[in-house]
């Protein structure tokens, strides 16, 4: 049976399948990923050569519209994206109501829902033209927002960055700049956030993912959509992982360095506990995106001069659930965040920005999937149930129940 016939089928067997793993929601060209094996590929380009050669608006361009951009392409792509990333002045007003002890990922979330109140206009869009306004109208403003909310904790002003600067030199600039203070630009922290954020750009139908394409299958905004995968990605089995692995890193620091008590903790079955960044519902082998950050963080770490103990402690953990027959039978290895999060403290970023930073990397890939799915004409996505409750029953008056 095709596709297009399947679409058509309703009312058949209704499968079960919880947490849907052996569920495919939609046909993509966008990423590849084949677990069993470590391949990632963006578009048909292996993550390893990208994350050396392309830099982080190359990927967003070839994610979101299929090829890599020429050098007139992408041109035009940023400096539409620029002419773009100014928000509106009442956004401040936002930002300042909330308490500086809120969570970066509320904030977030609800700024990019916020965009939706101040750019009507991307609000419905259906044209091809309509969704390239959007997508670079949130390509813009969505770093703004993302410094904004680390300078606002900071209790720094909220200033704009330098539009002269590259996209990601930028959003450094913007993060970091303190007033009266001349920014210099560390090619090195300008390297390894590329990199970062190359790495995050897209893994397919996961969690966050899968929510932004079945919000947007209702035909709701790409702002909005995108606020819900920011929603989704908060968790901590998701992406929220990134700052769980450094506090739970921070943890066997200050319990003097006892893995072997974590490694414990995490195989009893009484114990909620897991080693956070271990394990992934597809990588059943290794994450080749942790691959290329292990070593990264190895240089950043060397580059800037830090020697930071939670590396060697992460090492370690690692060491030790590679030998593990718990971890091995289960094939539970690190994935993506068990070391980003290190190379973001090595850069001055807080724990509690961590998913944020990983939201930036994502966000390209969030619009490639949207576009994707509008384009497709997706039906609006509907999963069915088996029910499992009462049967019918006849309604009893408050007194006597
Ligand atoms: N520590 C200890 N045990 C684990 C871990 C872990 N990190 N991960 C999985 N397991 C165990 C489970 O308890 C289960 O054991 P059982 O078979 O004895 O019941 C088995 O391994 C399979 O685990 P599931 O939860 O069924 O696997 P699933 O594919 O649903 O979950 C997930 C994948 C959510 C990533 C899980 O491995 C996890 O919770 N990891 C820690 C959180 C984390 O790092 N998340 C980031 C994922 S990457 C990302 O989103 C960017």
Known sequence: IDIKTLRGVTGGVTTIDPGYKNTGACESAITFLNGEEGILRYRGYSIEELAE????LEVAFLLIFGELPTKEQLEKFHSDIKAQSVVDDDVRKIIDAFP???HPMGVISSLT?????FNPSSVNVDSEEEMYNAIVRILGKFPVLVAWTMRKKHGLPLDY????LGYVENILKMMF???NEEYKQNPILVDALDKLLILHADHEQNCSTSTVRIVGSAHTGLFASVSSGISALWGPLHGGANQAVLEMLSAIQEDDGDTKKYMAKAKDKEDPFRLMGFGHRVYK???PRARIIKVAADEVLADLGVEDPILGIAKGLEQEALNDDYFVK????PNVDFYSGIIYRAMGIPTEMFTVMFALGRL???????????LRKEPIGRPRQVYIGENSRSFKDIKNR
């Open 177 to 179: 700049k303190k007033p």
């Open 100 to 102: 500086k002890s809120a």
């Open 364 to 374: 390209p890939g969030w619009i490639a999937q949207w576009r994707e799915m509008r």
């Open 161 to 164: 960055g330098d539009n002269t």
């Open 285 to 287: 082998n290794f994450d």
């Open 113 to 117: 829902s916020a965009l939706t109140a």
């Open 330 to 333: 289960r094939k539970l290895y």
């Open 53 to 56: 050669k392309a830099d982080f």
